[in-house]
């Protein structure tokens, strides 16, 4: 079973979609750089899906071959060691009444011990995703009820985690959120046209100005009759990833009426409003690492008065650094990627924004070549709280003990990474910046307790994927 980080999107519309779903999966790249594909219906499924970033991957050709007015793309990151082209999406499956295309964001908890029984049960598998779990539990449904929204609604009774879907059957798109939302999933529409996408950022690239999220829980079917919206499971609480906000998705995007750009900024204003109180706070400047700490800097700046500046540039041709072998030349591609203003840094007193420390390897480097470059002071400021257990529901962290929160107190923290001050937000400051109630969001990763009960057994099957040799701190 492999953990994800993904994003999906599906089109349904009167004229071909491919180009479309193409320039909507390069506006999710971030959610992941290992492997992308697109399936299209026009009569026949057509799927093409490979090794790499978006437009390395697709060419006129490929695109072309994708004919249909209806289809689903993906885009998945995993580690080295899972990437393989078996577990790249949409995942296809042919059954006796048709084909059915789905691609996945997210994570189940329980894909183990349902890949086990429909194992047992004779069902052979390609892949060693949870995906693919889904595709064979809807398959088996559908085959005795011939109604595809009846069988969703039996598989999500079943399902243990996280999962944004988009299922493309013959003439049909479906959407798929589950109940508690953990995962982002937006529906946009212009005149007969439909889009479903991981992240609203997909809307303003493709000029479309009415979309809202889908609800947790919801199915919502679009075929030659419109849109239908059901809704099997309704939960009271929900569990929005709070890492969406902080780190994951894109400042551009807005999730659940939510804008990411205003959440970051807001958490360097309470970073700011916390920092004014201390009277012998005296910085120069206030600086992010480029490009994900960009608006927490800016939002301190504002609070502050103190000046934005960059002291760190980033070299946008790198893309994921690869896995390398030694110290010395890990060093240089950090350099490599992140320089620092030398005319701006030296002797100068900085506050540093990061949008999160996982293991405390980046902050710790920055600190060192900003201190290297003649900077007499580095005052660290998070825009997330201590990050205590890795994440269960589909975003890719390193075990617990190599977050550096779940074994160091702060003041430690402090030392390692050579920060002259270091503050984390606190969880109650992050609920207030994203503006919904607690038990609206997934805290998982800060409080060890996970919106969905995750039994001993099933914590042991749940891998850890984080590369922790690289590591690409760009949204
Ligand atoms: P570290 O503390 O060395 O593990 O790295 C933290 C940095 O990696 C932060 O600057 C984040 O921007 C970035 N980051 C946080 N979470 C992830 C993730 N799941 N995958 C890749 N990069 C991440």
Excluded: W
Aim: net charge neutral; charged share 25%; aromatic share 8%.
């Amino acid at each position: 079973m492999l953990k994800e980080e993904c994003g999906v999107v599906g089109i349904y519309s009167n004229k071909d979609v491919s180009s479309s779903i193409f320039y909507g999966l390069f506006s999710l790249q971030h959610r992941g750089q290992e492997s992308c594909g697109i399936t299209t219906f026009d009569g026949y499924f057509h799927t093409e899906k490979g090794m790499g970033l978006v437009p390395e991957f697709f060419d006129l050709k490929k695109l072309e071959a994708l004919n249909g007015k209806i289809g689903i793309g993906h885009v998945r990151y995993s580690t080295t060691g899972d990437s393989k082209i078996e577990n790249a999406q949409p995942f296809v499956v042919t059954h006796s009444k048709g084909t059915l295309a789905i691609a996945h964001n997210g994570n189940l908890v329980n894909s183990d011990d349902l890949r086990k029984k429909l194992e047992a049960d004779g069902q052979a598998f390609v892949s060693t995703t949870d995906t693919e779990v889904i595709a064979h539990l809807i398959v088996r449904e559908f085959v005795k009820t011939d109604n595809i929204t009846d069988s969703i609604a039996e598989v999500m009774k079943r399902l243990k985690g996280s999962y944004s879907l988009v299922i493309l059957t013959e003439n049909e798109l479906i959407a798929v959120r589950d109940p508690l939302g953990i995962r982002p999933l937006t529906i946009g529409n212009f005149d007969s046209t439909y889009i479903i996408a991981s992240e609203s950022v997909v809307f303003d690239v493709l000029n479309v100005n009415s979309y809202r999220d889908v609800k947790p829980g919801e199915i919502i079917t679009i075929n030659e009759d419109g849109l239908k919206s059901f809704r099997p499971i309704k939960r009271n609480r929900k569990a929005y990833c709070m890492f969406e906000y902080v780190y994951f998705s894109r400042p551009d995007s807005v999730l659940n009426g939510i804008s990411v750009y205003n959440v970051r900024e807001e958490i360097g204003r309470i970073h700011g409003k916390l920092d004014d109180m201390k009277a012998d706070m005296e910085v120069d400047f206030v600086s992010p690492i480029p490009d994900s700490a960009i608006p927490f800097a800016l939002g301190y700046s504002k609070q502050t008065g103190v000046p934005y500046k960059e002291s760190l540039i980033r070299n946008r041709y790198v893309g994921r650094t690869f896995i390398l072998p030694d110290q010395e030349a890990r060093e240089l591609a950090v350099r490599l990627k992140l320089n620092p203003m030398l005319s701006e840094v030296a002797g100068r007193r900085i506050v540093l924004f990061d949008d999160s420390i996982v293991r405390g390897t980046t902050s710790g480097r920055i600190i060192r070549i900003l201190k290297e470059a003649g900077a007499k002071e580095v005052h660290m400021r998070v825009g997330c709280p201590p990050i205590k257990s890795l994440c269960k529901l589909g975003i890719d962290m390193p075990t617990d003990k190599e977050l550096i929160a779940s074994e160091k107190s702060i003041e430690e923290i402090r030392e390692s990474i050579g920060a002259d001050s270091l503050r984390y937000l606190q969880i109650e400051d992050l609920v207030k910046a994203i503006g919904l109630k607690k038990d609206e969001l997934c805290l998982g990763c800060l409080t060890s307790k996970y919106p969905v009960k995750i039994s001993k057994h099933e914590q042991v099957l749940l891998p850890s994927f984080y590369d922790t040799s690289t590591y690409d701190s760009s949204t």
